[in-house]
């Protein structure tokens, strides 16, 4: 959990600096110009790392792993390089890499982030991406669905994962977002007013969701929606609860797959 006056600090940061430019998707580009610094984009290796920020000779570099799929206009190659920047801007991170208090270290994106470093310079991309004062004004009004988030990833040039996390954390209607490899479930994220915290079997997906499903046959990929009941997926569901309906969304990949889930 961020402190919430770093969380504050890093929101203002990231957001001033997105709204300088008059355009919906932040041009990372102009950014790392305008800080004067130099970023490769190289094969390090799949399944290494996504991005690296080391100092180095009084200099400050950035290196981006194409092996991963980061592009520079990729969606998970701005949010790679969104939160090198965030390790840059951050004062605590600069100065610390500066003074050898933080050691230069691989982050990956698309995870939920454990280590508080990375979960600052994550949040700080998701600010720099996704600015709450122009992201809220696209969802004003709109009706919960998947392809809301489907829409504004599009808009934004980011990923269904970061545009999840960002409605979550800012957006009109709770939701909920699990993601799991090979039927285990890595990790969750919620809304605070989701009303539900906790999975049935906590670890091993259920098979009452759609995700469950497509870990009985992961030769068919898929990406749709169902209903799901409260009783059949969540723990410490109360009786007057147990006939609720949500929706789960589920999008597929080798073997991995991600749900975001809703009440109607």
Do not use: G
């Given at each position: 959990m961020i402190q919430n006056n770093s969380k504050s600090k890093i929101r203002k940061l990231a957001e001033s600096i997105a709204l300088k430019y008059n355009e919906k998707i932040t041009p990372l580009e102009k950014i790392v110009e305008a800080e004067d610094l130099e970023v490769f984009y190289d094969d390090y290796d799949k399944g290494t790392f996504d991005g690296m920020t080391v100092y180095d000779d009084e200099n400050f570099y950035i290196h981006i792993n194409t092996a991963n799929g980061n592009r520079i206009d990729s969606a998970r190659g701005r949010f790679t390089l969104a939160h090198e920047l965030g390790h840059y801007i951050i004062d605590s991170h600069r100065i610390g890499l500066k003074l050898g208090l933080l050691e230069?270290?691989?982050?990956?994106?698309?995870?939920?982030?454990?280590?508080?470093?990375?979960?600052?310079?994550?949040?700080?991309?998701?600010c720099l991406l996704m600015p709450e004062e122009r992201f809220k004004k696209d969802f004003f009004r709109k009706k919960f669905s998947f392809e809301l988030i489907d829409s504004l990833s599009k808009e934004y040039g980011v990923s269904i994962t970061a545009c999840a996390f960002r409605f979550a954390q800012i957006g009109s209607h709770p939701i909920m977002i699990i993601y799991a490899e090979n039927g285990a479930i890595k990790w969750t994220y919620s809304s605070d007013d989701f009303p539900f915290k906790y999975l049935l079997n906590n670890q091993k997906i259920s098979d009452s969701f759609v995700m469950g499903e497509y870990f009985k046959n992961t030769a068919t990929e898929i990406s749709k929606t169902a209903q799901i009941r409260a009783i059949d997926c969540f723990n410490y569901v109360k009786a007057e609860d147990s006939n609720k309906k949500f929706y789960e969304h589920c999008i597929t990949h080798k073997n991995s797959a991600l749900s975001i889930i809703w009440e109607d």
């Open positions: 230069p270290h691989p982050s990956r994106t698309n995870q939920k982030q454990f280590n508080e470093i990375e979960r600052e310079a994550d949040y700080f991309a998701s």
